[in-house]
Every structure is written in structure tokens, then in C-alpha cells.
């Protein structure tokens, strides 16, 4: 199957501090990528719809100036998580629609902690 | 939003016996998927079942599809310790460019 490399795989960081996140398509060509968030035991919420090119779609509730997205190629996506608070600690995971079917292939996640 | 109500929240099971998770979902789909997630760690696509699928077999895994009633099933026989992880279902993404949308998941542990 396709792979997406996400980095780092976790982070420490302060509070106040920013923090960017590279999701990398390797061996195919994403136009589309997409960005969840996971609390401690919950499931994988969508937080923003990132379009190479173009500016991305964030869903109700995320703050599009506090989580920064910018897909500049077809093989890369970023999150920049500015002025991080330690309510912004989770498990942030990318995916991103690959060639076969509809299967969507996942980075291995980032585990955010701020301090 | 979450499209699937997963049940149940939590599973508790030992070796060798069987798993069963249930999903339920509110809209019309294409098809459906599910996938593992071990502890912090990202997601194994597991199978996907189609709409006009009603049964999906890989290997230990069984999945089911009723959409009359908005519902699928995954069954996962003769459990080992090594399945413990929480499973998600997810519909959506039918084009490349929709995401999917998941369920709360059940979390199964598989005590040897």
C-alpha cells in the first residue's frame, strides 16, 4: 500500500512556543490531505481539509489562525501549531487519499505534549 | 463530526474467545471501513466492505454490512493478546478528496 510519513512521531514543547508538524505522501501523489486531532481516549476528530495550492478548509471549532496548514507541494502537508497551550496536547495523525480505491493511508501520528 | 456509534465502548475478552464490535451509522454511504489503533500509535486499515456488500471475510476477520439498518459489524475469531487495540469504523471518502469520518471506537483488550 501507499505510504505517508508523518514527523516527528512526538513533542515536547512549551507554552507559548510553536510547533510544526510534516506529513510527506512517498510514493504517490496527494492533491488531497487531511488533518484529525485524537484526545486520550476518543476518536479521531477532523480538524482541517488541506488542498495543495490552495487554502485549506478547517472544520467548526478550529481555529485556522492557531493551527496553520500549508500544502505547498503534492507530497506535502504541514501543521504549525502556534502558541501552544497545553490544552493543544493530543495525538495529531494526517492522511491522505492514495490511488487504490478509497482506501485512505494514515501517517503514524504525532503525540503532542505541552508543558 | 462522528458519523458511527460504535458498541460496545469497551471489550474485555480472553484468548481464543471471539470479538465482536458493532458501528452504526446515520447517513446514506458507499462503503465503510475499519481500522486498529494500537495504544498512541496511527491507524492499519483493517478491511473495507461496500455498500452492496452485506459480508467482507480476511482472514480472522469477518465484517458485516446492513444498510437498511445503518449498521456494520466486525468480528474478530479465535482473539489473541496482540489484538488488543481500539477499532474504529469510518465512512466516507469515497472521493479523494472527502475525508472519513469515525466512529467513538471500542477499545478491546485480549488478556492471554
Known amino acids: 500500500g501507499a505510504v505517508v510519513s508523518q514527523h516527528p512521531s512526538w513533542v515536547i514543547c512549551k507554552s507559548g512556543t510553536s510547533v510544526k508538524i510534516e506529513c510527506r505522501s512517498l510514493?504517490?501523489?496527494?492533491?488531497?490531505m487531511f488533518w484529525y486531532r485524537q484526545f486520550p481516549k476518543q476518536s479521531l476528530m477532523l480538524m482541517a481539509t488541506?488542498?495543495?495550492?490552495?487554502?485549506?478548509?478547517?472544520e467548526q471549532g478550529v481555529e485556522k489562525d492557531k493551527f496553520l496548514i500549508n500544502h505547498a507541494s503534492l507530497t506535502l502537508s504541514t501543521l504549525t501549531v502556534t502558541s501552544a497551550h497545553p490544552e493543544d496536547s493530543s495525538f495529531y495523525i494526517c492522511s491522505a487519499s492514495g490511488g487504490s480505491g478509497t482506501e485512505a493511508f494514515f501517517g503514524q501520528g504525532t503525540r503532542l505534549t505541552v508543558v | 463530526s462522528q458519523q458511527g456509534e460504535e458498541d460496545p465502548q469497551a471489550l474485555s475478552i480472553q484468548e481464543g474467545e471471539n470479538a465482536t464490535m458493532n458501528c452504526s451509522y446515520k447517513?446514506?454511504?458507499?462503503?465503510l471501513q475499519w481500522y486498529r489503533q494500537n495504544s498512541g500509535r496511527g491507524l492499519v486499515h483493517l478491511i473495507l466492505i461496500r455498500s452492496n456488500e452485506r459480508e467482507k471475510h480476511s482472514g480472522r476477520l469477518r465484517v458485516t454490512l446492513d444498510t437498511s439498518k445503518k449498521s456494520s459489524s466486525l468480528l474478530i475469531t479465535a482473539s489473541r493478546a496482540a489484538d488488543t487495540a481500539s477499532y474504529f469504523c469510518a465512512t466516507g471518502g469515497e472521493a479523494g478528496n472527502t475525508p472519513l469520518v469515525f466512529g467513538k471506537g471500542t477499545r478491546l483488550s485480549v488478556i492471554a
Open positions: 488541506s488542498n495543495e495550492g490552495s487554502k485549506a478548509t478547517y
Open positions: 447517513t446514506s454511504i458507499n462503503n
Open positions: 510514493d504517490f501523489q496527494a492533491t488531497t
